[in-house]
């Protein structure tokens, strides 16, 4: 049984990578979708002053914004979505190692700034994304340009990969399969919880000070696991929720986060507190993929 349960998540990050879709497809469907942001002609209002930063996550692209961008859009956010990460797959990102993908972000948060004129971002990233905009803050130059960090089944902690990687360290093949993983996806092993990366991010702690910062998890995440990896814990300003404890019966997993309308009205209501609606618990999903 347990076997099977490692091969269904290892399934699952396959299911992902299908999902953002495939070569020069990907690209087509990235072009149209690009439409509605990355204008770097927006001009922040008063209402919105920050423009929002959407960090999509491994294997993925910034077509995982497909959903939630346009609310954004239409409550008047300049909202802006790199595509980060490329590395042996052509098209699909968040592959890369980390280190290497939060220069690039952090280039392109540096535009996003330079383009609106303002002087701090928020950001929102789904999985291996909610974390690239602390690693910048900390060891990239990014330190007081972040007004509010809100991940969305962020690999804060790392995971293991619904056991997978607990498998694989516990049987010693984890540096053993590091090179094979590094040839393809160098942020797969990164993410494992059992490995080095995780040393350097969280040594001084895995929050960032003076930094609104609001994290959403879901029980049926099969990618990131435990759910609780997902959160952080030493800045006790930090808000930290569990899906099910809005709606207790969505279901939606890693994936289905990304286009689940109680997850995108959450993750609003953080970015602008003062004019937060009521969650609606009939929009919840029953996707635990
Ligand atoms: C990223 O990390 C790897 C492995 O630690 C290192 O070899 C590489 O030079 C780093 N790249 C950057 C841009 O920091």
Known sequence: MAIIHHYMAAAKMLLTATLALSGAQAAAIQKRASSGYNDFDCKPSAAHPRPVILIHGTACTSVSWIALYPKLVKEGYCVFAPDYGQYTIPFIGGT?????????????????????????????????????A???????????????????????????????TTLLHE?????????????????????????????????KGDSLPNVRQFNIATRTDLVVTPTENAFQYDNPDTVNVILQDLCPA???????????????????????????????????????V
């Open 250 to 288: 969505d279901l939606s997993g890693h994936a289905a986060l990304l286009i689940s309308p109680v997850v995108h009205r959450w993750v609003m209501n953080q970015l602008d507190p003062s004019n937060a609606k009521d969650i609606d618990c009939r929009g919840s999903l029953i996707l635990p």
């Open 171 to 203: 049987t010693g093949t984890d540096k053993a399969a590091r090179p094979v993983t590094d040839l393809i996806v160098p942020s797969l092993a990164q993410q494992s919880e059992y490995l080095d990366f995780y040393d350097k991010l969280n040594a």
């Open 96 to 132: 890369g190692p980390i280190n290497e993908s939060a220069v690039q972000v952090g280039k392109f948060a540096e535009k996003v700034l330079r383009a609106t004129g303002a002087t701090q971002a928020d950001f929102v990233g789904h999985s291996q994304g909610g974390l690239i």
């Open 134 to 164: 602390r690693y910048w803050s900390l060891f990239l130059g990014g330190e007081g340009k972040i007004g509010a960090t809100v991940g969305i089944a962020a690999t804060t902690h790392g995971t293991t990969l619904s056991g997978f």
